[in-house]
């Protein structure tokens, strides 16, 4: 297995879903950054109003300091990868290739059909998938504008070791 493969296919997540990434990352960033400072952990104000007035012991005051933090750090990371995920979803809207490029030029051609936003494929394994290609971030490489009939055979790149990433390759299709 590919480090950078599968590394595509996590970066591709949020840019084949770039309209709800946008909307998700968006409204839940805000209260992300907002529970990862310290008065936001869980009976912080509390504690700390126990330990002014001299009613925690030191040993009490050392366990919810240590939870504390740990929580605020899961906050943080989590908010630093919905920011990232929000800039991916962002470039993925505006048509730029984050991830299509390097599937593109590395993925395993195959042919499948499109019905709708859906496109059918077979992986050289022989297992089948059915996977989105949406209207606002559309799977298509090079030409992202490029016109995919509904029923039509069309021509995609997959990774091999994570054939959920895909482009549907614009080069081999129909004029």
């Given at each position: 297995m590919n480090p950078l493969d599968t590394l595509?296919?996590?970066l591709n997540f949020p840019a084949a879903h770039?309209?709800?990434?946008?909307?998700?990352a968006?409204?839940?960033?805000?209260?992300?950054f907002a529970m990862s400072v310290r008065a936001a952990s869980?009976?912080?104000e509390l504690r700390a109003i126990r330990a002014r007035e001299g009613l925690l012991r030191p040993e009490e005051q050392a366990r919810g300091q240590v939870g504390g933090r740990i929580l605020r750090v899961f906050f943080r990371i989590l908010a630093f990868v919905m920011l990232g995920s929000l800039v991916i979803g962002i470039?993925?809207?505006t048509g730029v290739p984050v991830t299509r490029a390097y599937i593109h030029d590395n993925g395993r051609p195959t042919t499948a059909t499109m019905d709708g936003d859906w496109v059918t494929f077979t992986t050289a394994e022989g297992v089948e998938y059915t996977l989105e290609s949406n209207f606002f971030t559309p799977a298509v490489y090079p030409d992202r504008d490029s016109y995919l009939p509904s029923g039509s055979p069309v021509?995609?790149?997959?990774l091999a070791s994570h054939p959920q990433?895909?482009?549907i390759d614009s080069t081999q299709t129909p004029r």
């Open positions: 595509m296919w996590l770039g309209y709800a990434m946008v909307f998700v968006g409204f839940s960033i805000l209260g992300l869980p009976g912080g470039l993925s809207l021509a995609v790149r997959y990433a895909f482009v």
